[in-house]
């Protein structure tokens, strides 16, 4: 009993950090919202599909900006679907390289957003891990908080 | 006090019983004592009134096939009175609107959503699957496209005209604003109802949907309030077109 209650706790406090360092805003609550019996794993589905359009991405955006002769405007067409609020700053910087045609400042950009949604999967990982833990113990998820 | 149960016939009816109790010096005392002796002559008139009226309600409440008595305590006065009223259960169609789910809300569980078929056009994989799934918890029936062209060959297959177009008007192919086009110039005017969606934070957005026949505009991020407004809203202008 005391486990399930400390993991639920490390759960909670885990997810609020989360929300404090910007990493899950409002869109995830609406995520556990649509959530129900009728789809009990719809946030880890969305979330993996997530990952794996946006790694599908990247790959793309990588050979683009390979290739002799670059596809400034098809690099921009990619950038415009990356999704996230806290890379809009790089998105918008991004998206200034590929007019102005420079192939550093975009190669720069490139790694900064691999980075940033390698962090985000590692801490959504942990996130799901911690919640399998509360189930296997026993618990029940806090949703939504 | 309140009690609920099923009758005999399966899944067709449910009983609800009211069960009350009559304290000392109430009126419903008066009702009752239609039944029993009155002392003063005075109080006749009255009781015999009362006594109609409770009758009235008996009638009434048998023609609802229920049934209405009082019961008398062992001096004779009433000690309470018991109504039962049978109601016919009606099966329910469409989808999520008001089952249980783990969220403690249904914030929107709103009745003229339910059975509204969507058609949902989207190029993005995620955001179709979130907005499908949100459209689905406000009771819609949803079709899901990921292109303009399909979202046009799923409408001229479409059964009837009562349909609600959800158009995501950044897609790559052909956006959301040809896709309108096309719709208004080979459907009628008024349906289906378009709803765009767009990440466009530009004040002229809702003018421009408004020019090309569009009924409504939502901005990303899409959120279930934020849908579920406008649809609303959406639909209460078409109603009153009618």
Request: proline letters at 3%; hydrophobic letters at 40%; charged letters at 25%.
């Amino acid at each position: 009993m005391d486990s399930v209650v400390l993991l639920q706790r490390q759960l909670v406090d885990y997810t609020a950090q989360l929300f404090n360092e910007g990493f899950l805003d409002d869109q995830f609550n609406q995520l556990q919202q649509l959530q129900d019996e009728s789809n009990p794993d719809f946030v880890v589905e969305v979330v993996t599909l997530f990952f794996e359009d946006s790694e599908r991405l990247l790959n793309e955006l990588a050979k683009a900006l390979e290739q002799q002769s670059i596809d400034y405007r098809k690099i921009d067409a990619h950038v415009h679907q990356l999704k996230g609020q806290q890379l809009q700053k790089v998105c918008i910087a991004f998206r200034n390289y590929c007019e102005e045609r420079n192939i550093e400042g975009c190669q720069k950009c490139l790694q900064q957003v691999k980075n940033e949604y390698s962090l985000v999967k590692t801490k959504l990982e942990t996130l799901f891990k911690l919640e399998q833990q509360v189930l296997a113990a026993g618990g029940s998820i806090p949703w939504p908080m | 006090m309140l009690g609920m149960w099923k009758s005999n016939a399966p899944d067709e009816f449910v009983c609800i019983k009211f069960d009350m109790e009559i304290s000392e010096g109430s009126s419903l005392s008066d009702v009752a004592s239609s039944t029993t002796n009155s002392s003063g002559r005075r109080q006749n008139s009255a009781e015999v009134k009362e006594g109609q009226s409770f009758s009235m309600c008996k009638r009434l409440v048998q023609m609802m096939q229920g049934n209405i008595w009082i019961s008398l305590s062992p001096l004779g006065f009433a000690q309470g009175m018991t109504l039962v009223l049978r109601f016919q259960i009606h099966p329910s169609y469409g989808r999520a609107v008001f089952s249980p789910g783990t969220s403690s809300e249904q914030p929107n569980s709103n009745p003229q959503f339910r059975g509204l078929h969507v058609i949902l056009a989207d190029d993005d994989h995620v955001n179709r699957m979130v907005t499908k799934k949100l459209l689905e918890k406000l009771g819609c029936e949803v079709t899901a496209v990921s292109s303009g062209s399909e979202c046009l060959s799923a409408l001229s297959s479409a059964e009837n005209s009562f349909i609600l177009v959800v158009l995501d008007l950044q897609m790559p192919e052909m956006d959301g604003f040809e896709v309108a086009t096309r719709i208004r110039k080979f459907r009628s005017r008024n349906w289906p109802l378009i709803v765009a969606v767009t990440a466009s934070a530009e004040d002229n957005v809702w003018e421009r949907c408004l020019r090309m026949g569009m009924n409504g505009v939502i901005r990303k991020p899409v959120l279930l309030q934020g849908m579920a407004d406008e649809l609303q809203r959406v639909l209460q202008r078409a109603r009153e077109q009618f």
